[in-house]
């Protein structure tokens, strides 16, 4: 059970910014709190778009921080804020490809890049120069700020309405072909007028990318911090499933997801069945679980509770989520029976027995599948 939360003071003197950030996260928390309940009985693509259109510009780059982080852009934003990672691909362009390389095939990832590059040239017009969404080349249209934001949830939610203009169907091979300086794409960019320093053009896409990136998952960052939502009294235990161990050197700057519901962190191990074919060797690949303790006052923000009426501006709702934001203190903890862990069950073990293929041996064949399983205690 996840322990009620604990809002704290939203006027106090030391945490109110001036430019009013804090006030703009904790009442679009309350917003999406307050959406009424989508009944299945509804027409979600009929259901209006008023309270969207209704934010500040900070909180519209909030939700849509959000879609983008719980869609096919997580590969990117999970690490954005971690300062040495940055540095590296933005040097780097081909670990940059690689990552986008990995979005094909997902959650409209097109879509989802355009939407974050064309909202940060929108907000960053001097950091965006306009390398790699170019209106000489009709890649988009001059749109105010109502139409950027319904044309985002008729492509990125479930509301469609009338349709928009389909400006963004190779965004992402736009993106790829000038970061790596070859390709059709990059070759347009080169035969602009209106782009006269075309001597380090890929690198420059290349900042501008990590540039938009990084606007979004500081709008992201700020949502959490300033929403004003932190575990409760009680500790609270949740579960996070890995394919491989944790990089415990950056995880304290990034983003991390986990889940209230163990179950659910098991189909993000690398053997969610546990399965394997030598009985004495065990389970192979059974990375790995990782059980964490968030102690009192740890901010998060709960995906589905704050997301699940929402029409869409979540991707992946019923995974009993919350997002931790950068920031925290991250401690491995070697012994379960530390005072500070909470009371996890029993870990994973799945004694399998296996009749013997031989008649005449009347032995069973026994193993014992389990998750590699680490401890960690997280606070402010």
Same mark, same amino acid.
């Not at 690689?98 to 929108?122: S, T």
């Given at each position: 059970?996840?322990?009620?939360?604990?809002?704290? #003071?939203?006027?106090?003197?030391?945490?109110?910014?001036?430019?009013?950030?804090?006030?703009?996260?904790? !009442?679009?928390?309350?917003?999406?709190?307050?959406?009424?309940?989508?009944?299945?009985?509804?027409?979600?693509? !009929?259901?209006?778009?008023?309270?969207?259109?209704?934010?500040?510009?900070?909180?519209?780059? *909030?939700?849509?921080?959000?879609?983008?982080?719980?869609?096919?852009?997580?590969?990117?934003?999970? %690490?954005?804020?971690?300062?040495?990672?940055?540095?590296?691909?933005? /040097?780097?362009? +081909?670990? =940059?490809?690689?990552?986008? &390389?990995? *979005?094909?095939?997902?959650?409209?990832?097109?879509?989802?890049?355009?939407?974050?590059?064309?909202?940060? +040239?929108?907000?960053?017009?001097?950091?965006?120069?306009?390398?790699?969404?170019?209106?000489?080349?009709?890649?988009?249209? #001059?749109?105010?700020?109502?139409?950027?934001?319904?044309?985002?949830?008729?492509?990125?939610?479930?509301?469609?309405?009338?349709?928009?203009?389909?400006?963004?169907? /190779?965004?992402?091979?736009?993106?790829?072909?000038?970061?790596?300086?070859?390709?059709?794409?990059?070759? &347009?960019?080169?035969?602009? $007028?209106?782009?006269?320093?075309?001597?380090?053009?890929?690198?420059?896409?290349?900042?501008?990318?990590?540039?938009?990136?990084?606007?979004?998952?500081?709008?992201?960052?700020?949502?959490?911090?300033?929403?004003? !939502?932190?575990?409760?009294?009680?500790?609270?235990?949740?579960?996070? @499933? *890995? +394919?491989?161990?944790?990089?415990?050197?950056?995880?304290? &700057?990034?983003?991390? /997801?986990?889940?209230?519901?163990?179950?659910?962190?098991?189909?993000?191990?690398?053997?969610?069945?546990? $399965?394997?074919?030598?009985?004495?060797?065990?389970?192979?690949?059974?990375?790995?679980?990782?059980?964490?303790?968030?102690?009192?006052?740890?901010?998060?923000?709960?995906?589905?509770?704050?997301?699940?009426? %929402?029409?869409?501006?979540?991707?992946?709702?019923?995974?009993?989520?919350?997002?931790?934001?950068?920031?925290?203190?991250?401690?491995?903890?070697?012994?379960?029976?530390? @005072?500070?862990? =909470?009371?996890?069950?029993?870990?994973?073990?799945? /004694?399998?027995?296996?009749?013997?293929? $031989?008649?005449?041996?009347?032995?069973?064949?026994?193993?014992?599948?389990?998750?590699?399983?680490?401890?960690?205690?997280?606070?402010?």
């Amino acid at each position: 059970m996840i322990p009620s939360l604990v809002q704290l #003071p939203i006027a106090s003197a030391k945490r109110k910014r001036h430019n009013g950030d804090e006030i703009d996260a904790s !009442t679009l928390l309350n917003i999406l709190h307050q959406l009424p309940s989508l009944a299945d009985s509804v027409r979600r693509e !009929t259901l209006p778009l008023d309270w969207v259109l209704a934010l500040s510009e900070r909180q519209f780059d *909030m939700l849509l921080s959000v879609r983008l982080y719980t869609g096919s852009l997580y590969p990117v934003l999970a %690490s954005v804020l971690v300062k040495d990672y940055i540095r590296l691909f933005q /040097s780097h362009a +081909k670990s =940059t490809l690689k990552i986008l &390389e990995g *979005m094909m095939g997902q959650d409209h990832p097109n879509e989802a890049l355009y939407f974050a590059v064309l909202n940060a +040239k929108r907000r960053l017009p001097r950091q965006m120069k306009g390398l790699l969404i170019v209106e000489e080349l009709g890649e988009s249209n #001059p749109m105010s700020e109502g139409e950027f934001r319904t044309l985002a949830a008729r492509c990125l939610t479930g509301y469609t309405g009338e349709e928009g203009p389909l400006v963004f169907p /190779s965004t992402l091979d736009r993106i790829m072909h000038r970061i790596s300086g070859s390709g059709i794409h990059y070759n &347009e960019l080169i035969n602009t $007028e209106t782009i006269k320093d075309k001597d380090s053009l890929s690198n420059d896409a290349l900042k501008e990318f990590w540039n938009a990136m990084h606007f979004t998952g500081e709008a992201l960052r700020s949502f959490i911090l300033e929403s004003n !939502t932190v575990v409760g009294s009680e500790p609270l235990a949740v579960y996070r @499933g *890995m +394919k491989e161990e944790m990089n415990e050197w950056r995880v304290e &700057e990034a983003f991390v /997801s986990v889940t209230t519901d163990e179950s659910v962190a098991r189909d993000f191990t690398s053997n969610p069945t546990l $399965e394997y074919d030598d009985m004495e060797i065990g389970a192979p690949n059974q990375c790995c679980m990782m059980r964490i303790t968030l102690l009192s006052g740890t901010p998060y923000l709960d995906i589905d509770t704050a997301l699940q009426n %929402s029409n869409g501006w979540g991707f992946a709702l019923g995974e009993k989520e919350l997002l931790l934001p950068p920031g925290l203190k991250w401690e491995r903890v070697v012994d379960e029976d530390d @005072g500070r862990v =909470t009371d996890f069950p029993p870990e994973i073990i799945e /004694s399998v027995v296996e009749e013997s293929d $031989e008649e005449e041996d009347d032995e069973d064949s026994y193993g014992d599948r389990y998750y590699q399983v680490e401890y960690y205690v997280v606070s402010l």
